[in-house]
């Protein structure tokens, strides 16, 4: 009966703290939920991208390239 015994304090002394636990949870998430209101509006930054020189050269080669079969293919349609 001893080890029932203690198995049951035990059992008191979590469902305590479970309890003391909840508590600061419920009150973690209410404060949450009153800054999140307020500060959620400002915390949202949005970074611009950002294209290196050599990325933006190789794009605009490809699309002098591609200009460049349009007006072959335009000639060509033309004579």
């Known amino acids: ?6 198995i ?3 059992e008191k002394k979590l469902e305590k703290q479970v309890g003391r636990l909840q ?7 209410a404060a949450a939920k009153a800054l999140g209101n307020s ?3 400002g ?3 949005v970074r611009k991208r ?4 050599a990325g933006r050269a190789k794009i605009a080669q490809a699309a002098r390239r591609r200009w460049a079969r349009v007006r072959a293919a335009a000639k060509k349609a033309a004579t």
């Open 23 to 29: 508590k600061k949870l419920d009150g973690v998430r």
């Open 1 to 6: 009966m001893t080890l029932l015994s203690a």
């Open 8 to 10: 049951r304090r035990e």
């Open 39 to 41: 500060a959620g509006r």
């Open 43 to 45: 915390a949202k930054v």
């Open 50 to 53: 950002v294209l290196s020189v």
